[in-house]
């Protein structure tokens, strides 16, 4: 029922930062927890990190941990991935997901290919 819509998306240099937002439509995001995720040309999706609805704790993949950041505001419907320093290898379509799974470690990543709600993407570019 909800749909999920990121923008935020573009292109910046090496160092810089970047806030992508998820809005949802059509449905709250307090009956889910939130993940992004990102593929780049000829990779696999790679789970980033997610947030947990019901106490916001996140988790975040060892290789954005320190880096990017997940927020969530409940007022506007909308979740955040705040990324610091980015660096070439973070060019990739980015893609917020919903799913009642709970975020809990890994095990949410590992199994966010098979979640049936995600956004249509958003394209960041880092250049130097």
């Known amino acids: 029922q909800v749909q999920l819509v990121e923008s935020g998306g573009g292109s910046v240099q090496v160092g810089e930062s970047m806030r992508l937002s998820c809005a949802a439509f059509g449905g709250s995001l307090n009956y889910n927890d939130i993940g992004w995720f990102r593929q780049a040309p000829g990779k696999e999706r790679e789970g980033l990190g997610c947030?947990?609805?019901?106490?916001?704790?996140?988790y975040y993949a060892d290789s954005v941990k320190g880096r990017f950041t997940i927020a969530r505001d409940n007022a506007k419907n909308s979740v955040y991935l705040q990324m610091e320093n980015l660096m070439n290898e973070d060019t990739a379509v980015y893609y917020c997901?919903?799913?009642?799974?709970?975020?809990?470690?890994?095990?949410?990543?590992?199994?966010?290919?098979?979640?049936?709600?995600w956004g249509q993407g958003t394209q960041v570019t880092v250049a130097s």
């Open positions: 947030i947990n609805t019901r106490d916001g704790s996140t």
């Open positions: 997901v919903a799913d009642p799974t709970p975020c809990v470690g890994p095990n949410w990543l590992l199994l966010g290919t098979l979640f049936e709600t």
